[in-house]
């Protein structure tokens, strides 16, 4: 091999890799910009908007909820643009977006999160009036922050922070949930990652002689009946009132419980570090729609309790459908709902995200100038 060859060789090498880095670095610059300038500036105008909080509390959720929004885009925006296309399928859901309604996800990685972010922008009013319930460990993070802000709860894992927990998600629904006109609670009920927990599910399954799951681990059901219980419809009377009259004063209860099921190329999730760099070729996470009137689900917490297990087992046959043909099943066993069989890309509008993004950065430096004059 000539002197030649091997400068060409090596080139040949070279040159793909230096981009693939010079990509990877640039992303994260990018991302870490980002946060730099939406995050303060987020937070600065809601203390400018805090006189509207006093006067017209109402209003100022309604502009949170949309700066909010704008916020969740930009996390979705991180693994779009990085070749990490979504897709959906399966019931319409569109008649829930103005509902009071319990969205149950299966968890498989931190790119669930970033997922959902990404793949609801489009349904109306959802993400704007939608509430978390997610890991503490996200409270330190600086979209924590502004999910702590919004009104978002943080769940502190661990049997023995249970009961605790349960009682907080409760007060926190009735003074959070209520008063800033939230609709959509978002659960993982599994309460953990898949890869962490399906050891422990499966050894539990087998001791109780319950379906044993590969692709998704047996549910939790405390924060789901704390939900139902809190600002669910009511059920009972007691000395003549209902047992959650407070929610039910105004007709606010929640109506639906979708089942969203997040399924990844050949079933490996990505997760936030590579939606973030971009360090692994681009593949496409698919989203699968079912959804329930809360009239069909048990109240009573066995009952409630084995409705939650067959969803899960049902997400079990789903996945295992995905995972050896490539695509969810056809179909769906309610009469009258209609379906989207193949699945559609979810597609984000570069012209709108460069319009938020264009908001946040003249709102900085507005902020900024703002500043700087005043201690001048």
């Not at 460990?137 to 894992?157: E, I, K």
């Not at 959509?184 to 539990?204: A, D, H, N, T, V």
Request: a neutral charge; hydrophobic letters at 40%; proline letters at 5%.
């Amino acid at each position: 091999m000539t002197l030649v060859d091997r400068v060409t060789h090596l080139l040949m090498w070279l040159i793909p890799w230096t981009w693939y880095l010079l990509r990877i670095v640039l992303r994260l610059t990018f991302v870490t910009v980002n946060n730099l300038y939406v995050i303060p500036a987020h937070f600065v105008w809601l203390l400018c908007l805090q006189p509207v909080h006093m006067v017209r509390p109402a209003l100022f959720w309604r502009l949170e909820g949309v700066m909010f929004k704008w916020l969740l885009a930009q996390v979705g925006w991180w693994g779009y643009s990085g070749g990490y296309k979504m897709y959906e399928c399966g019931e319409d859901i569109s008649h829930t977006y103005n509902d009071e309604t319990i969205v149950i996800v299966n968890h498989q990685s931190t790119a669930d999160v970033a997922t959902l972010m990404a793949a609801l922008q489009h349904k109306g009013p959802v993400v704007r009036r939608m509430m978390w319930i997610m890991d503490y460990v996200f409270l330190y993070s600086n979209f924590g922050w502004c999910a702590w802000a919004h009104g978002d709860f943080f769940l502190q894992q661990g049997q023995e922070y249970r009961d605790i927990m349960l009682k907080l998600l409760k007060d926190h629904l009735h003074t959070k949930y209520l008063s800033r006109n939230h609709q959509w609670i978002i659960l993982f009920p599994e309460g953990g990652f898949l890869r962490k927990r399906r050891e422990r599910s499966q050894k539990y399954a087998r001791k109780n002689n319950l379906p044993v799951l590969q692709h998704v681990v047996l549910p939790r059901v405390g924060a789901l009946k704390t939900i139902l219980d809190t600002v669910g419809p009511a059920v009972g009377h007691t000395n003549g009132a209902l047992t959650n009259g407070d929610v039910h004063a105004n007709g606010q209860h929640v109506k639906w419980i979708v089942d969203i099921t997040v399924a990844y190329e050949y079933g490996r999730p990505l997760d936030v570090q590579t939606l973030i760099s971009g360090w692994r070729p681009p593949c496409p996470t698919t989203l699968h729609y079912r959804h329930f009137p809360i009239s069909e689900v048990p109240r009573d917490e066995d009952g409630l309790t084995k409705w939650l297990y067959d969803r899960f087992e049902e997400k079990e046959q789903l996945l295992a459908h995905f995972y050896s043909t490539g695509r969810f099943p056809t179909g769906t066993t309610r009469p009258g709902t209609e379906t989207t069989d193949e699945a559609a890309e979810i597609i984000f509008n570069p012209w709108w995200m460069l319009s938020i993004h264009l908001f946040y950065l003249c709102s900085t430096a507005l902020q900024w100038y703002t500043l700087s004059t005043i201690l001048q």
